[in-house]
């Protein structure tokens, strides 16, 4: 099969198209033919040498998620059948013709959506379902801030809080995304580059906050929490070393915490399926929940996805697609 291949640590050009062997399935697992791989800030980080691949998945290819239909199934699997469409999340080598999933981390794509925009869901669905919802405990009627609203994390985290009665606020670079967080119905948006979030919304006391940017944000977030607010981090571009006072915390009774997806087992990653399966799903397949894909590039063109990423002008998800229809 064909395979999108890091041929060594670098620029976006070290992403090559390879000839390598159909990977095979254990016995809890599927083997999809895929018809589109989701991109995400994270296989930019892994191509760059800064997000190693764990144990068992496949070192050089990136990729963790895609969309495609079941062509074998392993003995133990019960919930799929060859023929079956199916979005998985998946630890690595999504950029790939063929891809092995794991049943448990599997869910059946509605039949309203397609191949490129299923492929542009597992990985923000499970991270924002997680840090928001489970760790950050976000409720109807609470106030709620994501930051970098644009990207496939924000626009994710975005409607799925205004789905479950949240009131958001976010951060964006441009004009333009300030019209694409509006049409997703945010509430409150501050283009960073033009104002400072923590002097606008000073008064506001937001309940919980998901940052990927920390460094000088850290303390702005901490500032800007209600007592019994929660921060979670899910990554920290601007730094990870800050400076906390923690008479803040204790006066505030805050929560600070944070998580990485790609590292966790099977048994965690299973219950977030199903998870999601009951909670975001039906919203997927009624379309209240709407996919946004920036750009669908072809797989041979992952080098272009990958330096469009970073380009950071796109607006939800940059998906690579395989071709693939059923
Ligand atoms: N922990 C986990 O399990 C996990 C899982 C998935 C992703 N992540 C992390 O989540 C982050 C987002 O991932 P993604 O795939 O959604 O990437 P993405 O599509 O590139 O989105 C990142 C967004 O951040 C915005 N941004 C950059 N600097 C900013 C700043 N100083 N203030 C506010 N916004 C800023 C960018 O847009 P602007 O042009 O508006 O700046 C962009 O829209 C990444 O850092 C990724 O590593 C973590």
Redesign the pocket.
């Known amino acids: 099969m064909k395979a999108v291949v890091i041929t060594e640590f670098g620029g976006p050009e070290v992403l090559q198209v390879v000839e390598v062997s159909v990977p095979e399935i254990g016995a809890t697992q599927v083997l999809v033919k895929v018809g589109a791989a989701g991109?995400?800030?994270?296989d930019?980080?892994q191509r760059k040498g800064n997000?190693p691949a764990p144990q068992g998945v496949p070192a050089d290819i990136p990729g963790?998620e895609i969309a495609g239909y079941v062509v074998e199934i392993g003995s133990a699997v019960s919930s799929f059948r060859v023929g079956d469409r199916v979005m998985a999340l998946v630890g690595g080598g999504g950029y790939a013709e063929y891809v092995v999933a794991e049943e448990g981390c599997c869910l059946p794509i509605p039949a309203n959506v397609s191949f490129e925009h299923a492929a542009s869901l597992p990985?923000?669905v499970?991270?924002v379902w997680?840090?928001v919802f489970e760790r950050g405990r976000l409720c109807a009627g609470e106030k709620f801030l994501v930051?970098?609203?644009?990207?496939?994390?924000?626009?994710?985290a975005i409607q799925l809080a205004k789905l479950f009665g949240a009131e958001v606020f976010t951060?964006?670079?441009?004009r333009r995304?300030v019209d694409f967080v509006r049409s997703l119905g945010v509430d409150h948006v501050v283009?960073?580059?033009e104002a400072d979030f923590a002097e606008v919304w000073k008064q506001e006391g937001i309940d919980v906050i998901l940052d990927?940017?920390g460094?000088a944000?850290f303390d702005k977030n901490i500032c800007l929490l209600n007592e019994e607010g929660r921060l979670v981090?899910?990554?920290a571009?601007?730094g990870g070393q800050v400076s906390l006072n923690l008479f803040k915390v204790m006066q505030k009774r805050l929560v600070l915490t944070?998580?990485?997806?790609?590292a966790r087992d099977m048994v965690f990653k299973g219950r977030l399926t199903q998870a999601i399966e009951k909670h975001v799903l039906p919203l997927i397949a009624n379309g209240r929940f709407v996919t946004s894909v920036d750009r669908v590039f072809p797989y041979e063109q992952a080098s272009e996805a990958h330096r469009y990423?970073e380009a950071?002008?796109?607006?939800?998800?940059?998906v690579l697609s395989f071709g693939v229809r059923l």
């Not at 951060?171 to 441009?174: A, I, L, P, Q």
């Open positions: 991109v995400n800030r994270p930019v980080f997000y963790l990985e923000n499970y991270t997680h840090n930051h970098g609203g644009s990207g496939g994390i924000g626009y994710t951060t964006v670079g441009s995304k283009q960073y580059r990927s940017i460094g944000y981090y899910i990554n571009v601007d944070g998580s990485t997806l790609r990423m950071g002008q796109h607006v939800g998800k940059i």
